[in-house]
């Protein structure tokens, strides 16, 4: 998969890429990145990206000309460059401007993304972008929350860390990127429903669904660790590592047992006490069991708490 990003600033990511997972990806070639600076695409002395608002106000703007004339001379692999608008689908290419006003960037876009084979990542600066580009250029708009950045860099790295670590071999062990947060749930797993599309469409569907079955499929399911629950939309459960206590506190009893069915039941429970804990709003789109709704009425009201 590749990655285009228009920035002013393209050492900003020299930390970002030259660390960890997104490095190792890069030197197997599993992800290309490649960076273009706007500033070399304009046609001053003075290398001038930005202008007044129309209208007056505080700020510059970013100009749409050196962000158009950039991505019309993106060439690529075999030289293929960027497709038609109309076409971009298609050629399973998307063209995103980063922004505070856009649509909110989830876990479910990042599986979206990882099934495309080039994403250009466009970075605003100032009080933003021409809304030019935005309306006759990018595919979409992505914020990575709802915060203001000085610059769409940073969330450009966000979105292109989280979606490399979802494509096939960048994680040392694939089911890493599964059995975490916001993952999909037993009965997606089981259906072997990962969403690259060698695997499967499911990437498509960006909201996890309602299910109602009374166990999670996986329990029947050869595919997936005994000890592991698929997320279906929560929150992870706790880990533990070495020691088995540390500064006082020992690791829970119940992980240290070797009863697999004692620990994935453990582990969903967790997982479901600290949604409901850090992100209630995450359970309504959740895939729950009768077991999880029965466990979660146990649970005290985390507003009553307070
Ligand atoms: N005037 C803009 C507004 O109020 O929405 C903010 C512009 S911000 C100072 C400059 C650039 O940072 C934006 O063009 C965008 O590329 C990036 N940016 C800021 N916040 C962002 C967010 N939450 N997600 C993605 N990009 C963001």
């Known amino acids: 998969m590749r990655f285009d990003i228009l920035t002013l600033f393209p050492k900003f990511f020299s930390g970002p890429l030259d660390h960890g997972i997104l490095s190792r990806a890069i030197a197997t070639g599993a992800v290309e990145v490649a960076m273009h600076d706007l500033r070399d695409f304009t046609h001053d002395r003075h290398r001038t990206v930005d202008d007044r608002p129309f209208g007056g106000g505080e700020g510059m703007v970013l100009k749409a000309q050196p962000i158009f004339e950039c991505v019309e001379t993106l060439g690529g692999p075999a030289g293929v460059g960027i497709a038609a608008k109309a076409d971009r689908d298609l050629a399973r290419q998307s063209i995103i401007l980063l922004s505070a006003q856009g ?94 599309p060698e695997r499967s469409a499911q990437c498509a569907v960006e909201e996890p669904v309602l299910s109602l079955s009374k166990e999670p499929a996986s329990v029947k399911s050869p595919g997936v660790p005994r000890s592991t629950h698929g997320a279906g939309g929560l929150l992870d459960y706790p880990h533990y590592t070495r020691p088995a206590e540390f500064r006082g506190v020992p690791i829970p009893e119940v992980l240290a047992g070797g009863d697999h069915a004692a620990i994935r039941r453990w582990r969903r429970q967790m997982a479901l006490a600290k949604t409901l804990r850090n992100r209630p709003d995450l359970l309504a789109n959740a895939t729950l069991s009768d077991n999880d709704r029965e466990f979660l009425a146990t649970l005290a009201d985390p507003i009553s708490d307070r």
Do not use: M, N
Not at 123 to 143: I, K, M, N, Q, T
């Open 103 to 196: 649509k909110r960037f989830t876990q479910a876009t990042a599986h979206r993304l990882a099934a495309l084979e080039r994403v250009v990542l466009i970075c605003g600066r100032y009080e933003g972008v021409d809304e030019r580009v935005g309306e006759l250029l990018a595919d979409e708009e992505l914020s990575i929350g709802d915060y203001v950045l000085s610059g769409g860099e940073l969330a450009a790295a966000v979105v292109l860390d989280a979606t490399a670590r979802l494509l096939p071999g960048v994680l040392g062990h694939a089911d890493s990127s599964r059995y975490e947060s916001f993952g999909l749930s037993d009965a997606d797993l089981a259906g072997e429903s990962d969403c690259h």
